[in-house]
């Protein structure tokens, strides 16, 4: 290896070492209202439909819901934490869902093929 390609080498690591020291680490630490990132409208109707669907008897509204959940989360009870996190990828999925259905217009696309369509040409 050349003297020019180790210092290039040395440049790039040094680089790299001063982005790592003034990185910011705080970029994703808050919750993601903090950051302005929530669709109000999609996190309202997937919180209802995962209070139907789950049939949570615990909370009647969305912010009761929500105070379910934090408790769940912070609670010592391995058991808590499995429904925890049951509850929030459930919830997560339909609320992913529900933002692609608004950003698309569509929802999720789905292509059905039947054999025939695909072997016949």
Known sequence: MGF????????????????????????????????????NSCWEASSHKLMEIKNIRAADTVTALWKFMMFLKESSTPKHNDVFNDLAQTFWNMYIDCLLSRSHGVGKRQLRFSRNTLTNK
Not at 20 to 32: C, K
């Open 4 to 39: 020019s390609m180790q210092r290039w080498f040395l440049q790039l690591g040094c680089l790299l070492m001063l982005n790592l020291v003034n990185g910011n680490t705080d970029y994703h630490n808050g919750a993601p209202d903090s950051l302005g990132e929530i669709d």
